[in-house]
């Protein structure tokens, strides 16, 4: 449509070479095509050109010092996209990788990814270009401190809550809060991911991974089918990756895979959980180092992958589970997924597939699960924390993992109905952009041009 064409070239004009924020605003708008055809309503209250525009957007220095006295300095971004449903809330991403146009297709993706948990948040995404591997725990102190110095004047319980994303986990949370509290002497949820000790929610760390194997069963109970049983591709070995491993095992299926920056690891009888937690969560060992006491694995370093994609999509498997980062999978490893039998995508990264395979599993009508739907878990348990923050209680885990098990079925629920509504049964990307949608431009309509 012109409308849509016309919007995507003035963002072009107005934010160049962003072309990461370019593929996740393409994505949603020609999936929303159809309620476009069926209304003109949006388009004369101009709705996705004050959507694709950030609120506010803020970008800063952060000097700090090295273990050996030497000054160094990065970039730190927070982006605070749309408050039309709550404020805003996403996660702070530190990486080398990380620079505007990735923190921008972030937040956009986390305004539809929050509206479809049905909670009362808004979108955004923050981080920094700073690389936590291989540096001490004074550095990341140090660096935490120094960033959350700039970004505490922005941010609050009820204004913007930030939490982790790659590269910022328990430990990083922690430093940042500790600063945020020396800062404004206050101590309040405006963090989440924070430890148990001090105000954290049971099942956060684990809520993301679980969410998506919840979002997976509930695709294949609508095919009359399930999890039990299916050997499972997983990419990544992250928080997402490792408790989506722990869910699937739960549920009877097994996984075979998992990554990281340096390699894939294969084991066709199931990965040892165990061992990846230890290598992972505790000595931050890399992968390789499986093969010690599972010499009947395999491990192909990243410089062995094949040019079109990633190794860890050519094994024979049900389903797959991208979990480590954006466009991870294309076009080449969805075609080889689908030679090898596969059935099912659960996105537990977020846009972790390529448009092109994304096309591939849309025209095949396997079980797609887009991340925006099938990783929203992460921030939804992250909003049940701000809530047992704001009055001052502690639920159980069952009490959340129930909770986070029904807002799951729920957002499955309302992408497929959607989908169906503009008579595309299955399209789960097509109904969960036109739901989060919906719900976000309704509300922004309703608040007046602001």
């Known amino acids: 449509m012109n409308y849509i064409h016309r919007t995507i070239a003035q963002l072009k004009q107005t934010s160049p070479a962003q072309c990461e924020f370019y593929q996740a605003v393409e994505e949603v708008l020609d999936s929303l095509e159809p309620i476009f055809a069926q209304t003109s309503h949006y388009q004369q209250q101009a709705i996705i050109q004050r959507m694709v525009e950030p609120e506010r957007q803020l970008m800063f220095r952060v000097p700090w010092v090295d273990d050996e006295g030497n000054i160094q300095v990065n970039k730190g971004y927070r982006i605070e996209f749309n408050s039309a449903l709550g404020p805003y809330k996403g996660g702070l991403r530190f990486h080398p990788s990380v620079n505007a146009s990735i923190i921008k297709f972030l937040g956009f993706e986390q305004i539809f990814k929050n509206a479809l948990t049905g909670l009362p948040i808004g979108g955004g995404k923050g981080g920094a270009n700073f690389d936590p591997k291989g540096r001490s725990d004074g550095e990341i102190m140090r660096f935490c401190q120094s960033f959350m110095t700039e970004l505490y004047r922005h941010i609050g319980p009820t204004t913007d809550v930030p939490a982790g994303d790659i590269g910022v986990g328990a430990r990083e949370i922690g430093y940042m809060f500790g600063q945020y509290k020396r800062l404004t002497g206050r101590y309040e949820g405006v963090l989440t991911g924070k430890s148990l000790l001090w105000g954290g ?250």
């Open 201 to 450: 929610s049971l099942a956060r760390k684990e809520a993301t991974g679980y969410g998506a194997v919840y979002f997976a069963n509930y695709m294949l109970e609508d095919r009359d089918d399930s999890l039990s049983g299916k050997r499972c591709l997983i990419s990544g070995s992250g928080n997402v990756a490792i408790y989506a491993m722990e869910k699937l095992y739960q549920l009877g299926a097994t996984p075979i895979t998992c990554s990281d920056s340096k390699g894939t690891l294969y084991d066709e009888s199931g990965i040892d959980l165990k061992l990846i937690k230890q290598l992972k969560e505790q000595s931050r060992g890399c992968l390789s180092d499986y093969l010690d006491s599972h010499s009947q694995a395999k491990y192909t370093p990243r410089d062995d992958y094949p040019e079109d994609g990633h190794a860890v999509w050519r094994y024979s498997a049900d389903a797959a589970f991208p979990c480590a980062t954006q466009n991870e999978l294309t076009q080449a490893d969805a075609k080889a997924l689908l030679e090898n039998g596969c059935i099912l995508v659960s996105e537990g990264a977020n846009m972790p597939s390529t448009k092109e395979a994304i096309d591939c599993f849309i025209e095949a009508k396997i079980a797609y699960g887009p991340g925006k739907a099938a990783n929203a878990g992460g921030v939804a348990t992250s909003q049940l924390e701000m809530a047992q923050n704001a009055s001052m209680q502690s639920w159980t885990f069952e009490e959340v993992d129930e909770k986070l098990k029904q807002i799951m079925k729920d957002i499955f629920t309302t992408a497929s109905d959607t989908a169906k509504e503009f008579d595309q049964p299955g399209n789960l990307l097509l109904g969960a952009n036109i739901a989060g949608f919906r719900r976000v431009a309704d509300a922004m309509i309703e608040q007046g041009v602001v």
